[in-house]
T-cell receptor, first 115, second 113 residues
């Protein structure tokens, strides 16, 4: 199956700093990528849909100025959590849409802990 | 009311048992139904994908959709310890993986050897 990677897998940062998370589709091109957030014992919640070459579409309640998304190429999307606070601590997961199989493939996730 | 409801468990069964996992939903527009398996600290992986009502079987896994009751199920036969994971149901109103998926909270399954 198609492979999606995320980097870093785990990050711990101080409150007020910014953190960038990368999502890469390793063996296919993805026009569309998605960013999810998963709090403990809760469901994956879609944060935004990232389209290559255009602005991301954010879900209701997600601050676009706080969660900056860039999808500059067909294999890379980045999520930057700006001025992170402890309440932003969560598991961030990306997925990439593969046109061939019409399927979303998920990355392994990034555990963000804000102190 | 959440759009998708799923019992979080945990569900503990002995090896070899038949496992039944379920989700209910409220949005009658949902047409596409998926089951994902998520191991601890990993991203979800797609297990089953079904459209509209009916059954679909793949090896030890069977997915059922009853749109009239807004109820979907995943059955695992001859469960193995390696099946221990969180199982997430997901659904969408439109076809294609570019469409928004709504996930259940996931059911934590533990298969005891």
């Amino acid at each position: 199956g198609a492979v999606v990677s995320q980097h870093p897998s785990r990050v711990i940062c101080k409150s007020g700093t910014s953190v960038k998370i990368e999502c890469r589709s390793l063996d296919f091109q993805a026009t569309t990528m998605f960013w999810y957030r998963q709090f403990p014992k809760q469901s994956l919640m879609l944060m935004a849909t990232s389209n290559e070459g255009s602005k991301a579409t954010y879900e209701q309640g997600v601050e676009k100025d706080k969660f900056l998304i860039n999808h500059a190429s067909l294999t890379l999307s980045t999520l930057t959590v700006t001025s992170a606070h402890p309440e932003d601590s969560s598991f961030y997961i990306c997925s990439a849409h593969q046109t061939l199989n019409n399927e979303q493939f998920f990355g392994p996730g990034t555990r963000l802990t804000v102190l | 009311q959440k759009e998708v409801e799923q019992d979080p468990g945990p569900l503990s069964v002995p090896e070899g048992a038949i496992v039944s996992l379920n989700c209910t939903y409220s949005n009658s527009a949902f047409q596409y139904f998926m089951w994902y398996r998520q191991y601890s600290r990993k991203g979800p992986e797609l297990l089953m994908y079904t459209y509209s009502s009916g059954n679909k079987e793949d090896g030890r896994f069977t997915a059922q959709v009853d749109k009239s009751s807004k109820y979907i199920s995943l059955f695992i036969r001859d469960s193995q310890p390696s099946d221990s994971a969180t199982y997430l149901c997901a659904m969408s109103a439109s076809g294609g993986a570019t469409n928004k998926l709504i996930f259940g909270t996931g059911t934590l399954l533990a298969v005891q050897p």
